[in-house]
């Protein structure tokens, strides 16, 4: 080998070096900048119900599964399109270890909800249920919210106009008087996804296909609320109707 071949050796094994050491800290300076990115826009999901509190039932299926699985669903969903997700509850309990004890045990899962909302506050709040009427003709998702809360009112309607393209029953927003609507500070909305009573819904919310499509009809409705509203966390963050009540 002549000394030109060595040098190029040489020369070839330094940019190999150099550029393995670019690598390096580039990888170095993308874990870094990502911690220091704003984290994504924060969203709580409340499966309804729990523990001992089944909600709504027919042949032996029960709201709280069928809200526990969607919840799951729903922040599966989000956590793909970089929302960051905190659930209420994720496994087959009621929220009541969250509030001191004393008072009803319903009281109490209500307030945990509420107060979990209070302290992180989310851009939005979703509560899930299952609806359930005697007419069992009735079906289809309905989206709620809080009488006289027009930001709730548009995400609930922003919601329920997505969710209407992939339903054969054409609904339109509720108000309504929830306590966890009530007493939440960010924009809430509770969905009913379907009738328990209604044999085609029943079929549909044991499906995970199914759900997977609401969660994305949800996730769609909430991206153009944000974008036409933008989340402002300090807004939340005022005088807390959660912590007045509480
Ligand atoms: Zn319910």
């Known amino acids: 080998m002549g000394s030109i071949d ?3 050796v040489v020369v070839k094994r330094r940019v190999i070096v150099t550029m393995g ?3 390096v800290w580039l990888g170095v300076f993308g874990i870094v900048l990502a911690n220091l990115l704003p984290d994504g826009k924060l969203v709580v999901i409340d499966p309804g119900h729990g523990g001992i509190d ?3 039932s027919n042949r032996g299926i029960l709201e709280k599964n ?7 669903i729903l922040r599966q969903v989000l956590e793909n399109n970089h929302y960051r997700v905190i659930m209420t509850r994720t496994d087959d309990s009621d929220v009541t270890n969250f509030v001191p004890p004393g008072g009803s045990r319903y009281q109490r899962d209500l307030r945990g909800r509420v107060r979990l909302v209070g302290r992180v506050q989310p851009c939005s709040l979703i509560s899930i249920h299952v609806n359930w009427h005697q007419e069992t003709w009735r079906s289809g998702a309905i989206v709620y919210y809080q009488e006289g809360e027009t930001s709730g009112r548009l995400l609930a309607e922003l919601i329920q106009k997505e969710l209407n393209t992939i339903q054969k ?6 108000s309504a008087n929830f306590y966890v609507l009530r007493n939440t500070n960010a924009p809430a909305v ?6 328990i009573s209604n044999p085609e819904d029943l079929k549909a919310m044991q499906d995970d296909t199914w759900l997977t ?16 509203t933008r989340c402002l966390p300090q807004e939340a963050g005022g005088q807390s109707k959660a912590k007045t009540r509480l």
């Open 6 to 8: 060595l040098l190029v």
């Open 169 to 174: 029953t054409q609904r339109q927003v509720r």
């Open 66 to 72: 069928i809200n526990l699985r969607m919840g799951h």
């Open 190 to 195: 509770l969905i009913e996804l379907g009738f």
């Open 213 to 228: 499509r609401q969660a994305e009809a949800i996730m769609v409705g909430l991206e153009i609320f944000l974008q036409q």
């Open 54 to 56: 089944g909600g709504t």
């Open 21 to 23: 050491l670019c690598l």
